[in-house]
């Protein structure tokens, strides 16, 4: 596609839910990145994926958080048993990875969970 | 540790106005250095970004930054402001040939008419 697209935009959950969070990343692009955002606070690295395998998964903040990427494109940000806390919201970002790139960010997706 | 630094978390400017956005990197070895902007209601785009080369970057929209690897810095500059820059601004790095980019927590801008 022309640019990163991230469903829902917006999702209201109940604390004690799953939920699950899609990204489809520009056409041709190997890196694949999730953040967080808190309100008033800056991006939070929580994985990256280079193509379908996820080298550094050290961002995310526990168990109940993963994350999968299938066919080198559509990746699942997937959150169990939500909590407050989660509120956020949740970047999608993709990256081609010979040369020097940066990453092209969607327009996110915002959780609130009640 | 890695890390990104933003000094300011809001700053009020008149158009017109200089600005500068101070971010400070904590990174060993050879870095990559973003700065993305934020406008209201948009996603996440790149002003400008450094690999190599000359440290002094110019971007899209009249924004420079000057790399400083003394200061370990990258503030971004712009000598004078619309009111159509008011955004969210992020300094962003990560080691030269990795992937795992860094955010500063941000600057809010907000330029008055």
């Known amino acids: 596609g022309a640019g990163v697209s991230q469903s829902p935009s917006n999702k209201v959950t109940e604390k004690g839910k799953d939920v699950e969070l899609r990204c489809d990343p520009i056409?041709?692009?190997?890196?694949l990145y999730w953040y967080r955002q808190r309100l008033g606070q800056g991006l939070e690295f929580l994985i990256y994926f280079q193509g379908n395998s996820a080298p550094d998964k050290s961002g995310l903040p526990s168990d109940r958080f993963s994350a999968e990427r299938t066919g080198e494109s559509v990746s699942t940000l997937t959150i169990q048993r939500t909590q407050q806390e989660d509120s956020a919201v949740y970047l999608c970002?993709?990256?081609?990875?010979?040369?020097?790139?940066?990453?092209?960010f969607g327009q996110g997706t915002r959780l609130t969970v009640v | 540790a890695q890390s990104v630094s933003q000094h300011n978390h809001h700053v009020i400017l008149s158009e017109a106005a200089s600005l500068e956005l101070g971010c400070n990197y904590s990174y060993g070895g050879t870095v990559n250095l973003f700065w993305y902007v934020q406008y209201p209601g948009q996603h996440l785009q790149l002003l400008l970004k450094y690999f190599s080369g000359d440290p002094l970057v110019k971007g899209i929209k009249g924004f420079e930054a000057e790399f400083i690897k003394s200061k370990f810095s990258f503030n971004l500059r712009k000598p004078s402001v619309q009111w159509s820059d008011t955004a969210e601004y992020f300094c962003a790095g990560r080691n030269t040939g990795g992937f795992k980019t860094i955010f500063g927590a941000g600057t809010r801008l907000f330029v008055k008419a």
């Open positions: 056409s041709g692009h190997t890196a």
């Open positions: 970002a993709s990256s081609q990875t010979e040369g020097n790139t940066e990453a092209f």
